[in-house]
C-alpha cells in the first residue's frame, strides 16, 4: 500500500470537493478548522487547493505541492515538509511548530503574520516573498535565501541565519534577537529601524553593504551607512 493512503482517505472523506465534482458546490475546497489529519503525501500535487485553518499533525509531505494553495491560519505541528513547494501560497497567520521544511520554496508566498517556532527551514528560498510581522522564533534558517523580500517588522529570534541570503531585502523595524548572522549577506538591504544590537557574528563588512538609519539598533563598536546617503 502507498505511504499516501492515510492522507488520500482523509482527503476523501473531508475535502470531498477536492476529488468529486459533485461535492464542490458544497465545500468549494474548503478545509475548515474542525478538521485535524495526519498521514503522509509524499510528492503530491495539492496546489491551488483551500486548506483554511486546518490542523496538520505529524503529517509527511516532502516534495508536496502545495503553490498557489490558501493555508490561512493554518497550524502544521511536527509535521515534515522536506523540499516541498509553497510558491505563491497564502500561509498568512498561520502556525508553524517544529518540524522539517529543509531545501521547501516559498517563492512569492505570503507569510505575513505567520508564527514559526523552533523548525528546520535551511536552504529554504523565500524569494519575493511577504514577511511582514512574521515571527521566526528559534528557527534553523541556514543558508536560507531571502533576496527581495518585503520583511518589515520581521522577528528573528534565536534564530540561526548563517550564510542567510538578505540581499536588497526590506527589513525595516526587523529584530535579530539572538539571532545568529555569521556570514550572512545583506548587501543592498534596507535595515532602518532594524535591531540587531544582540546579534551574533555581525561583522562590519556586512554592515557596509547594507543601509539603515538613526533608529537602527547595532552592536557596540559598529556602524552602518544611511539608506539614501543621507
Known amino acids: ?31 475548515r478548522r474542525e478538521l485535524s489529519f495526519g498521514g503522509a503525501c509524499e510528492g503530491c500535487d495539492l496546489s491551488a487547493h483551500r ?65 514559526i517556532a523552533n523548525a528546520l527551514i535551511s536552504g529554504g528560498a523565500f524569494h519575493g516573498a511577504d514577511l511582514t510581522a512574521t515571527e521566526f522564533r528559534g528557527v534553523r534558517l541556514e543558508g536560507a535565501r531571502f533576496p527581495g523580500v518585503e520583511a518589515p517588522g520581521v522577528v528573528f529570534l534565536s534564530s540561526d541565519l548563517t550564510a542567510a541570503d538578505f540581499s536588497f531585502a526590506v527589513l525595516r523595524k526587523a529584530a535579530f534577537a539572538g539571532a545568529i548572522v555569521r556570514a550572512a549577506r545583506f548587501e543592498g538591504a534596507d535595515l532602518g529601524g532594524a535591531d540587531l544590537s544582540s546579534a551574533q557574528g555581525l561583522t562590519q563588512l556586512q554592515l557596509s553593504r547594507a543601509c539603515g538609519n538613526a533608529e537602527t539598533r547595532l552592536p557596540l563598536g559598529l556602524s552602518i551607512p544611511v539608506c539614501g546617503g543621507r
Open 1 to 31: 500500500m502507498r505511504s499516501n493512503t492515510l492522507f488520500y482517505v482523509l482527503v476523501i472523506n473531508f475535502l470531498g470537493a477536492a476529488f468529486a465534482p459533485e461535492a464542490a458546490a458544497q465545500s468549494s475546497n474548503v478545509v
Open 51 to 115: 486548506f483554511v485553518g486546518v490542523d496538520v499533525v505529524h503529517g509527511r509531505f516532502n516534495g508536496a505541492r502545495f503553490n498557489g494553495a490558501v493555508m490561512q491560519g493554518a497550524r502544521m505541528v511536527k509535521c515534515s515538509f522536506a523540499a516541498a513547494e509553497f510558491a505563491g501560497a497564502d500561509l498568512s497567520g498561520a502556525r508553524i511548530e517544529s518540524g522539517d521544511y529543509s531545501g521547501a520554496s516559498f517563492r512569492g508566498a505570503q507569510l505575513n503574520r505567520a508564527i
